[in-house]
């Protein structure tokens, strides 16, 4: 078992070292990194249409050869947090019609479930500087099945499977191609790069691999930006060394190694420019002889006029031809460096020996990289470990240069025609202040190539475990000016930057400032600078979200899409208000934390003690509200669950109910408030105590329970601030914990199991309305249809149960335990119970007794041992199967798997010492008990008994 890391306390280390270095701006280190998406194509930043279509407006048929207005993407790249120099792969398999530099998927319209990437690739490893990465892509032998893929996925109904790439029987009898690509720094501009690979079929296979150097086309628009507007240029040197230089970049060198096997021809240098053929895109002649597809006219159709004979431009790639039979491999190095860095590698390039460099290099690298994850991770296995290690790769490489400026693009640019009207009362027309340009933690790189605010949140809490710098200044960053609207909004994401996600970033904020240092030496400054601009942020709630006035909140659909009877976003016209569980208990949560944090900074500053009233006090109305509201509140007496209410206009009100998550959410909002605290803050004790004594209906809001300690001779009190109480905790537990209901062999589920063989069905005014428990795909085309709320287990909510459940056992201590599960006659904690959770969101990544993962599904490329340790974290998960569903790399919030491993370690390490502990006082205890025996006893007989024949049986269990 790994030894516990304390996540607060960091040892010293060469990646440590750069961490403290790039922070401190002596070298820097983040400059550059997996920050190149895999899709911007079909983007919003991309469409210039007048009716906002963007996935046809740039479809990926056109991505090979138009220019991209605002990012670049590419097949496992890197590039510069500018997005100025971008490198990638390319290949073909001399059987593809098309050369394959980026990922395919399908569009919104063309999945039967919505956008799916159909490709298999996979984060091995990261680290946070990114001085050591590796990625692996896997590229059939014979032609990629296009159209196949598209056909298939259109013909599929709703109720229907998604038809996938392993589908298409192209990967059958390992007929592919790994291509693992790594990358080390020597310095901050000084990056090695190995691309291995593999033939994993039986017969012998010809692959050719093009690295691709390009520049991001700055100069086309007639703007000046701040990645520079004049074009740079690539070309070739009389000692066949590739020489970059970019207006604000600087200049830099590409070396390629030259063939080192008689089965490998290259490097074949090709040149031409990154600017569009307006003859394949729009059929119009072109004004740039070279363009952006040469390298894909050259090879694949053969056109030698299609590259630039003068060696020179804004990409260049070096061809690769590798011919290998079944079970070799090949490996091909390259450097990129800025030879004027005083941190670089000194000396001329010598080809002879970079061979030996690259390999020295590299195995610096992982070492420094293992090294950094001993001292950071907490797993109670290596199996543990290699999920954690994997989740915080994602994590890691789904970092991505965003750039939006809404404003001009709304607009248009100088330098080309103006997009048509329509769009200025469109999409986004009230984020002109919003200008982005940042590297920003994607959910997905491919799926979901642009930022999703509540999702981030989330992100940052694993990612300040390894980075928490990076953690807080993301968070920093959605608070500033640029992204929040003045009125106190936060930006959703970019198809609507309008919409409702749940308030989480306060939780954020907290636990990063929690997570990332001791107690006594803590960021306060980042904690103060977030609390200010939060506070806008709950304004606008206050403000935009709660139109009654009575502390009851909406907001649509919250983040948890099709999870209603209906769009909560766009509810049924003419049948009332929908008032939500969920919307209010987002608030109530809001509201302890913010107050959390109040009475933190009250510690260094009594200004804020007023503040923490003032959250204090909207606690107590909302959690009133809740339970009181409508006279019973949302809350069911009959079924004992939360329930959202439609008012109408009468005065009367429908529940609609439908046991969810939504009516699991109210379990978050939940803080314990000591009396040391109190003392310390006699201005908001005050205040407290005065509201304890005036308000009849706070004792239901507020639970307290005082000890008397018999060594200071003074009674204690905590104070419990909760939406529910004892009793409808325990009633909403039992649920929870109930295998018919929520809890899955997976974790919980998002929608009771009770409505997979009775589905909830009602009236709403004129219009019946049902909810099914649907476990896997959406069987419906709201929001997409490829994003399912109605049963699957999906990772940001389960994480938040754990933490309350710690947050509850807390205040009850080992004094209130629940069945787990229900009906099995096992008694726990809730701390035991928060555990049980954990560990069963564990057996997603773990390999069970057939020795597959059961989030890869029944794929069979995962079924040999060469790639049984690769893990997919999919956006959620099927409840019974444990087979991921939705996007397949969404390491942004699925990599919460990392602090429940390390939670569950903790707790395990932790129950062990406490039996240890009990065991020594056991023994103890008996040694005492056979001495006063002896003596008082009178001598045994035979079986252990006494001369009277009477004996004792002592039975322990643990």
């Known amino acids: 078992m790994l030894r516990r890391k304390m996540t607060k306390n960091w040892q010293d280390g060469a990646e440590r070292n750069r961490l403290i270095a790039d922070a401190n701006r002596k070298a820097n280190w983040g400059r550059w990194g997996p920050y190149l998406s895999e899709r911007q194509w079909g983007t919003v930043r991309e469409d210039y249409s007048p009716d906002g279509s963007a996935w046809d407006y740039f479809p990926h048929d056109h991505a090979r050869s138009r220019v991209y207005r605002w990012g670049e993407d590419g097949l496992l790249g890197i590039t510069d947090r500018q997005c100025r120099l971008c490198f990638g792969l390319a290949l073909w398999n001399e059987e593809d019609p098309i050369l394959k530099e980026r990922l395919f998927g399908l569009t919104g319209s063309e999945g039967n479930h919505g956008e799916d990437v159909k490709e298999l690739y996979y984060y091995l490893d990261a680290t946070p500087t990114n001085s050591y990465l590796k990625g692996l892509y896997k590229y059939p032998q014979a032609e990629y099945p296009y159209e196949e893929l598209v056909r298939v996925n259109k013909e599929r109904g709703l109720h229907e499977m998604e038809y996938e790439v392993e589908d298409t029987g192209v990967f059958d009898e390992n007929r592919y191609w790994d291509v693992t690509t790594e990358y080390a720094k020597y310095g901050p501009n000084d990056i090695c790069i190995r691309v291995t690979v593999k033939n994993r079929g039986p017969d012998r296979k010809t692959l050719h691999v093009l690295p691709q150097l390009w520049l991001r086309n700055t100069w086309s628009w007639g703007e000046d930006l701040e990645a520079g507007s004049a074009k740079g240029s690539i070309k070739r040197t009389k000692d066949d060394v590739i020489q970059i230089n970019q207006e604000t970049l600087g200049e830099f060198e590409f070396y390629f190694e030259d063939s080192q096997s008689d089965n490998v021809k290259g490097p074949e240098l090709m040149f031409t420019d990154n600017e569009t053929n307006f003859d394949a895109v ?30 020179e431009g804004t990409k260049a790639a070096g061809r690769y031809v590798v011919e290998l039979d079944g079970g070799e491999s090949y490996v091909i190095r390259m450097r990129l460096v800025d030879p004027t860095d005083k941190h670089s590698f000194k000396g001329k390039f010598n080809p002879s020996k970079f061979s030996q460099e690259c390999k020295d290099l590299f195995h ?59 769009r200025l009362d469109g999409r986004n027309r009230d984020w002109f202040h919003l200008y982005n340009r940042d590297i920003i933690s994607m959910p997905d790189k491919w799926e979901y190539p642009w930022y999703a605010t509540w999702d981030l949140a989330f992100h940052m809490v694993p990612m300040c475990v390894i980075d928490p710098d990076f953690a807080k200044n993301q968070l920093v960053l959605f608070l500033r000016e640029w992204y929040m609207h003045p009125n106190g909004a936060l930006p959703a994401y970019e198809w609507a930057f309008d919409d409702v996600n749940p308030p989480v970033h306060a939780w954020a904020c907290w636990r990063v400032y929690k997570m990332t240092a001791p107690k006594e030496s803590r960021d306060l400054k980042f904690l103060e600078k977030t609390f200010h601009k939060l506070m806008l942020n709950f304004t606008w709630w206050v403000n935009r979200k709660d139109p009654s006035g009575n502390h009851v909140f909406s907001g649509g659909f919250l983040g948890l899409d099709n999870i209603g009877l209906f769009d909560r976003s ?134 307290t329970v005082c000890k008397f300690d018999p060594n200071d001779k003074k009674r204690h009190c905590r104070h419990l601030l909760s939406i529910p109480s004892q009793s409808k905790l325990r009633a909403i537990l039992q649920r929870l914990f109930d295998e018919e209901e929520f809890l899955s062999p997976y974790g919980i589920r998002s929608l009771s199991k009770v409505y997979d063989e009775h589905p909830y069905e009602t009236k709403i005014g004129d219009q019946t309305v049902s909810v099914k428990y649907t476990p896997a795909e959406s069987n419906t085309t709201m929001f997409g249809g490829n994003s399912n709320w109605r049963g699957p287990i999906w990772f940001p909510v389960n994480y938040l149960i754990i933490e309350a459940l710690d947050r509850y056992h807390f205040f009850y201590g080992d004094d209130l335990k629940v069945e787990v599960p229900t009906g099995s006659g096992t008694m726990m904690t809730l701390k035991e119970a928060a555990g049980v959770i954990c560990a069963r969101l564990a057996k997603l990544f773990e390999l069970n007794v057939e020795g597959r993962r059961p989030c890869n599904g029944p794929s069979p490329v995962y079924s040999g041992d060469e790639d049984k340790d690769l893990v997919l974290f999919y956006e959620y998960f099927h409840p019974e199967t444990g087979r991921g569903v939705g996007a397949s790399h969404q390491t942004g919030w699925t990599s919460l798997i990392a602090r429940c491993l390390s939670r569950y370690a903790k707790q395990v390490e932790d129950e062990k010492a406490k039996e240890k502990k009990a065991h020594h006082h056991h023994h103890l205890g008996k040694k005492k008990k056979d001495v006063v025996e002896e003596r008082a006893h009178p001598p045994k007989g035979e079986n252990g008994t006494n001369k009277k024949g009477k004996g004792t049986k002592i039975t322990i269990t643990v």
């Open 282 to 311: 729009f059929g119009s002649e072109s004004p740039n002889k070279y363009t952006k597809d040469a390298f894909h006219r050259f090879v694949v159709n053969g056109e030698k006029g299609a590259v630039n004979p003068e060696c």
């Open 570 to 703: 766009n509810p049924i016209e003419g049948v009332g208000d929908l008032v939500q569980a969920d919307g209010t208990s987002w608030m109530a949560f809001f509201s302890v934390t913010m107050l959390d944090i109040a009475l933190e900074l009250a510690s260094f500053n009594d200004v804020y003690e007023d503040i923490a009233s003032k959250f204090f006090e909207h606690f107590v109305e909302i959690s009133h509200a809740i339970n009181c509201f409508d006279g019973s509140g949302l809350w069911d007496d009959e079924d004992n669950f939360y329930y959202d209410h439609l008012c109408r206009e009468d005065g009367t009100s429908q529940v609609l109910r439908v046991r969810s998550m939504v009516g699991l959410i109210p379990l978050y909002a939940v803080l314990t408030l000591d009396d040391d605290l109190l003392q310390r803050l006699p201005n908001f004790k005050k205040r407290f105590d005065w509201f304890l004594k005036h308000t009849p209906d706070l004792p239901s809001q507020i639970q």
């Open 364 to 422: 610096r690298a992982a070492k420094e990289a293992d090294d950094f994850y001993h001292s950071r991770l907490h797993s109670l296995s290596e199996c543990h470990t290699l999920i954690e290690r994997q989740a915080l790769a994602g994590l890691l490489w789904s970092k991505q240069f965003y750039n939006y400026n809404v404003k001009t693009w709304m607009e248009g640019d100088k330098g080309q025609p103006q997009p048509p009207s329509e």
